[in-house]
């Protein structure tokens, strides 16, 4: 049986191990917000936070997971008002918004270890989420935009 | 029943501004249905008090109900549409509440693609509006025994200045339903300088939602009971399972059974692909068990094509006569004449989408009814497909259409949607498929690969005194008909009959092409291929004569002018030449006000920097684009700054249409940069983002500058035209900074270091 914390919340699971933590979070437990898009780590649609860290989910194993703190786009503020989220919505990021669960919980990670970051530091953060809409430029000012708002 | 009419051909209302679209079967009114009846597809604006219009109603606590008929990937048409029945009804936007449609004709056409959903819906929201809110006015006129004429409307409310009394909408919706509808032609439309709402536009009904996770994706439809499916398809178009052995994949944990889905019958079309589906608890295992089937395919007839041989085909193709779709003076005579003669072959691959959001749907099937929940741009197309392989009325067919994350036409083509059906009604539960990134690339309804040959004869000034151009492709309408290898005059008008130039001598032809893969619609379809060879060939021409592009690309478009079609099939996609002519005064003041904002001749580049211009029409939308390229000694190319202008006639939501560009942007650098799909024997090659590469954060435009055009002209298209002109000042952008000119693409097959 494995045990890991999602959102707060203890859970055991005592499925397939090699189950990744995404098809957990969306099948069994019904938290959709984080997507599914490749599969393999390429496009970051499915990022949620392990122990604070960006993580992709679909290519983390529930083993991996085990003992772990899971924070999901569900649990990152309980009123959806993270300074990440309240940024996205001053700038209008999300065209079909499928992609932006998590690209907000990517920027909400990177603005957790670096304060202000440059754009080469937010180009490297992001460099691994997809937006197939094109919404780049506006994710890197709202990036900017909560930066202000972080500090 | 609802009266449905064909509003089609009309011009009408408010002046001559407005003109709409050939597609829209619109239904205007709608009479309720009487209490207790319960349509099979009806909704809470059905059921509301005041209900005069199909996609609005009106609650006696002043909720107003509008109906989003069209569907909503990014675009901001279940926003925009809505607002401007707000607009007209002078409705408080934050007691709008926004349903969206079920599949259902008596909304007119649903398929949200070509983008034409402002174009063709503007006229039918404004009359929604203003129909309830002249019901509203003689409501409160009646009651307080004045004159309706007295009477007028503010926000939410109808009030009567003269003796300082209103009344608020929800108070007055129970008396309002008691008259009758009025007619059309008694509608008084608000002037432009009474719009709240229109030009000024508003973000997403649903932003929300969507930076919360809450908002629903076909991917996170669930049903309780449901099973999740997932198919494996034959891997060439055509094939179908000899035999299949599914022992190790039962035993796969979770996995519950599997269900052998036949192939489509004759072409393509919507139908499935036909497969080996396996049913699973959850989505892993469903996707593990297809790991372990062991199937022996019968790959068919198709199972010879490669890309490679076949991009041959289609060059050869085009160096040869071919079918005339447009012919002014005669070319060849001035062929003939000699003087400087130049050649081309430009050259774009498949394409495929690879919207975010995989191909997924959910189905359930009882009681002879299929209800679906699906991420489709067009849920009628769903109902015909569904109702055909199910064998039960359209009727029956009952379509909830979730958001969808991403379409670009993909998701016009609801063949994964017809799979769940036909997956539920056989395993007796609600079914989800759900697929892969590698299915959603490998069996996509790709932009057609197509080749185009460019030939001009350049007189004295070096302007072209001849010009030919062929392009060869296969055509959308073989999905539907596998033996048409004709380009059709709806993708022959997108950039190719109605290339804008004013020369004496201009033919264009287009040569026959079979698909082997099925070809489908994909943001600005053929205008990509068709404006990438113009507008570079253009630019190549500019350099050989000598000439600045900007300057030479104006001389070729010449003087304002309407261009006649006359003898040419040029269906304008689908907008009469009255209200949309083709005006190329429009063209010439976009291109010469990118020049201006984009400072085009007055920066400097240094080595390795260089802008490119192009200049294009589609979807009834002028717009000019200067691209910014940095190239390194490496060949790393760097887009520093992109201006674009757009004139798409009244624009109702500039915020979303900005969005729409910038996107458009990324949309075309990835075109430009990586897009390829190739097939091996009649496998494609490519799977994942990690061999179909879309653009990332670090590979587009820094910065995209939107400007659109004030016009009055009726609104056109936003989401698609923003592409062509895109690629094509991209690639221009790289031969002034490179020197290497882009005539196949993506570009990583160049090598530019």
């Known amino acids: 049986m494995i045990q890991l914390k999602v959102n707060g919340i203890e859970r055991s699971f005592g499925g397939e191990t090699e189950m990744p933590l995404l098809w957990y979070l969306r099948d069994v437990l019904g938290l959709t917000g984080s997507k599914f898009g490749c599969g393999i780590g390429l496009c970051g649609a499915c990022t949620v936070h392990v122990n604070g860290q960006a993580t992709r989910s679909c290519v983390t194993t529930m083993r991996d997971a085990a003992g772990k703190e899971v924070g999901t786009i569900e649990g990152l503020d309980k009123d959806g008002l993270h300074p990440v989220q309240k940024a996205w919505m001053q700038i209008n990021v999300p065209q079909c918004g499928y992609c932006q669960v998590g690209q907000i919980m990517q920027a909400a990670a990177l603005l957790n270890s670096k304060k202000k970051p440059t754009d080469q530091e937010i180009d490297e953060a992001m460099s691994g989420n997809i937006c197939r809409c094109g919404t780049y430029q506006r994710i890197r000012a709202a990036i900017k935009a909560a930066a202000g708002e972080v500090t | ?753």
């Open chain 2, 1 to 753: 029943m609802s009266p449905i009419e064909n509003v089609s051909r009309r011009r009408f209302l408010t002046g001559g501004i407005i003109a709409a679209g050939a597609l829209v079967l619109g239904v205007r009114y709608y009479s309720r249905p009487s209490s207790g009846d319960k349509l099979p597809h009806d909704t809470n604006t059905d059921h509301a008090t005041l209900h005069p219009s199909v996609y609005l109603g009106i609650n006696p606590d002043g909720t107003v109900w509008i109906v989003a008929s069209r569907s909503e990937m990014g675009t901001t048409s279940r926003t925009t549409l809505p607002l401007v029945v707000a607009d007209e009804l002078d409705a408080d936007w934050k007691r709008v509440k926004i349903e969206q449609a079920l599949g259902d004709s008596r909304y007119g056409d649903q398929n949200t693609d070509g983008s034409h959903s402002i174009r063709s819906f503007y006229d039918a929201m404004r009359e929604a509006g203003a129909t309830a809110r002249s019901m509203l006015i003689q409501a409160a006129a009646k009651e307080w025994g004045v004159p309706a004429t007295e009477c007028e409307t503010d926000l939410h409310v109808v009030v009567h200045r003269s003796t300082n009394r209103s009344a608020g909408y929800g108070e007055l919706a129970r008396a309002a339903a008691k008259f009758p509808v009025p007619k059309r032609e008694d509608l008084k439309l608000k002037p432009k300088s009474a719009w709240r709402y229109v030009g000024k536009g508003q973000v997403s009904y649903d932003l929300e939602a969507l930076v919360t996770g809450k908002a629903i994706y076909g991917m996170d439809a669930r049903l309780d009971g449901m099973v999740y499916a997932s198919v494996e398809h034959p891997p060439v178009l055509g094939g179908k399972v000899k035999s299949y052995d599914d022992k190790e994949a039962l035993k796969v944990a979770g996995v519950r059974q599997t269900v052998p889905i036949d192939p489509f019958q004759q072409a393509p079309a919507f139908q499935p692909l036909g497969g080996i589906a396996v049913i699973a608890d959850n989505t892993w295992a469903a996707f593990q068990g297809r790991k372990k089937l062991n199937i022996a395919w019968d790959n068919g007839p198709n199972e010879t094509y490669n890309s490679e041989a076949y991009k041959n085909e289609l060059r050869a193709t085009s160096h040869n006569p071919c079918k005339v779709v447009r012919n002014i003076g005669d070319a060849d005579a001035a062929f003939a004449k000699g003087g400087k003669v130049y050649e081309a072959d430009y050259y774009v691959p498949l394409l495929a989408h690879a919207s975010m959001e995989p191909m997924v749907a959910l189905a359930q099937f009882q009681d002879g009814k299929a209800t679906l929940w699906a991420p489709t741009q067009n849920p009628q197309a769903v109902q015909d497909i569904v109702s055909k392989e199910l064998g039960i009325s359209k009727e029956d067919v009952i379509c909830h259409v979730t958001l969808l994350g991403g379409g670009f036409g993909r998701k016009s083509k609801p063949d994964y949607v017809a799979e769940a059906a036909v997956l539920s009604k056989r395993v007796g539960r609600p079914v989800k498929v759900v697929w892969t990134r590698e299915d959603d690339i490998k069996f996509d309804y790709y932009n057609a690969v197509a080749s185009m040959y460019m030939k001009a004869a350049l007189g004295a000034n070096g302007k072209p005194t001849a010009w030919l151009q062929r392009s060869v492709f296969p055509p959308i309408p073989s999905i539907f008909d596998v033996n048409a290898v004709y380009g059709d005059p709806s993708h022959l008008q997108q950039g190719w009959t109605d290339v804008p130039y004013d020369l004496p001598n201009l033919r264009i032809e287009n040569g026959p092409a079979k698909a082997h893969v099925r070809i489908g619609w994909l943001r600005s379809v053929a205008n990509i291929y068709h404006a990438f060879a113009v507008q570079c060939f253009t630019d190549e021409l500019a350099h050989e004569a000598g000439r600045d592009p900007l300057d030479y690309l104006l001389d070729l478009i010449g003087k304002p002018r309407t261009i006649d079609f006359k003898g040419v099939e040029y269906p304008n996609y689908g907008a009469s030449m009255d209200a949309y002519p083709w005006e190329t005064g429009r063209l010439r003041h976009v291109t010469e006000l990118v020049a201006e904002k984009s400072g085009w001749g007055k920066r400097k580049h240094g080595k390795g920097t260089g802008v490119g211009i192009a200049a294009h029409r589609s979807f009834l939308s002028y717009v000019a684009t200067v691209v910014e390229v940095e190239v390194s000694d490496q060949g790393e190319v760097r887009i520093p700054r992109v201006d674009t202008v757009l004139d798409a006639g009244l624009v109702v939501n500039p915020e979303a249409t900005r969005a729409q560009f910038e996107g458009a942007a990324v949309f075309g650098t990835s075109v430009v940069r990586s897009g390829e799909i190739t097939a091996t024997k009649g496998v494609i090659d490519q799977s994942n983002f990690q061999d179909y590469p879309v653009a990332r954060i670090t590979e587009v435009p820094y910065q995209t500058n939107v400007y659109i055009v004030e016009s009055d002209a009726p609104p056109a298209g936003v989401g698609e035209p923003g592409v062509p002109p895109f690629v094509a000042a991209f690639c221009n952008a790289i031969f002034a900074a490179t020197g290497k000119r882009v005539k196949d693409l993506p570009i990583s097959k160049l090598g530019l270091s």
